[in-house]
């Protein structure tokens, strides 16, 4: 069983930066997919973005390309979403998911996960 847990979440202004963790309790954390979802108030949970297995593919939401950057570091079995120029429609509680598969491609499905935190929050506002 893997456990995954969130942090770096808060209160943000519009235009501004965070940085979420999700810390794996894997063994071999490096065999993982890992992916960012959201879900804001009222809405159904979305995909954010994905980093295959290898770290070699990422693929983001149209809504977050070029703001978003996610990444990994096997050796702390960690994956992070660096979130830069902030809109209030980023508001959302924010999930990180991990998958042990050797996909090529990120999934950017609910469904091709396994293993999720649970969430942390997130809100743009002035």
């Known amino acids: 069983q893997v456990q995954l847990e969130e942090s770096g979440g808060g209160l943000v202004q519009p235009g501004g930066s965070l940085r979420l963790s999700c810390a794996a309790s894997?063994?071999?954390?490096?065999?993982?997919?890992v992916g960012w979802f959201r879900q804001a108030p009222g809405k159904e949970r979305e995909f954010v973005a994905g980093l295959n297995w290898s770290g070699a593919t990422r693929s983001y939401a149209d809504s977050v390309k070029g703001r978003f950057t996610v990444s990994r570091d096997n050796t702390k079995n960690a994956n992070y979403l660096q979130m830069n120029s902030l809109r209030p429609e980023d508001t959302a509680i924010y999930y990180c998911a991990a998958s042990q598969t050797h996909t090529i491609l990120p999934i950017p499905r609910e469904g091709g996960y396994n293993y999720w935190g649970q969430g942390l929050q997130v809100t743009v506002s002035l």
């Open positions: 894997a063994h071999s954390f490096s065999d993982y997919a």
